[in-house]
Each structure stands twice: as C-alpha cells, then as structure tokens.
C-alpha cells in the first residue's frame, strides 16, 4: 500500500494562489494514478482533478478547469495541486488519493484506495 501526506493548505484571501503538495511513501508512486478531492462542511467530498501514472494526462471538474493544474513529480515520489484564481467556494479539506486500477482518471471517490488525511484551505473574500 501507500501512505499519502498532504501539506501547503492555508489561509488566503480571494484571487490569490496555494500549491497543495502530497508526499507518498511505500509502495512505488509512480504504479498509480493519482487524484484531489475536496470536501466543504456539509457538503459530499468532490472530484478536483487527476493525473495518470506518467503524469501524461489530466482531468478537471469544470468548476476549476483553467485555475487549478495538477502535476507529479514521480523522482520525488509527489503529487502537486496549483490552485490559483482562489474564490471563497473553493474553501474545503483538500485530500489526495490514490487509485491502484487500470482505469486512469477516475472522478468518483469510491474508486480511490488510499487517502491521506486532508488540509484546510480556506479562502477570504
């Protein structure tokens, strides 16, 4: 298995950027595809984006398509979560995870098979 370690949440007002980062460990990064998800109070946790194995290709929720950029560092076992153009709904509990399938960029949560354990970002407006 995997163990996922997210970090680079904060505070930061509307407009500005964060770069979420996920350090993996155990089993080999670079055998998995790899996703963010996110969780507002109240709210069911949400697709962000993916990356496949390679880092070759990459999907998006629409709500962050053109704002937010993923990316993997397979030498440095990490995972990387630009977000910029930040607006108060994007506030939530970032969480990073892995999927151990075939199937590369999976959206729904349940298709995932490690997590890490989330940071907070929330955004001012």
């Known amino acids: 298995q995997v163990q996922l370690v997210e970090s680079g949440g904060g505070l930061v007002q509307a407009g500005g950027s964060l770069r979420l980062s996920c350090a993996a460990s155990?089993?080999?990064?670079?055998?998995?595809?790899m996703g963010w998800f996110r969780q507002a109070p109240g709210k069911e946790r949400e697709f962000v984006a993916a990356?496949?194995?390679?880092?070759?290709?990459?999907s998006y929720a629409d709500s962050v398509k053109g704002r937010f950029t993923i990316s993997r560092d397979n030498a440095k076992n990490t995972l990387y979560l630009q977000m910029n153009s930040l607006k108060p709904e994007d506030t939530a509990v970032y969480y990073c995870a892995a999927n151990s399938a075939s199937y590369p960029l999976l959206t729904a949560a349940h298709e995932y098979d490690y997590w890490g354990q989330g940071t907070q970002v929330t955004v001012s407006s």
């Open positions: 155990g089993r080999t990064f670079s055998r998995y595809h």
């Open positions: 990356i496949t194995w390679s880092g070759g290709r990459t």
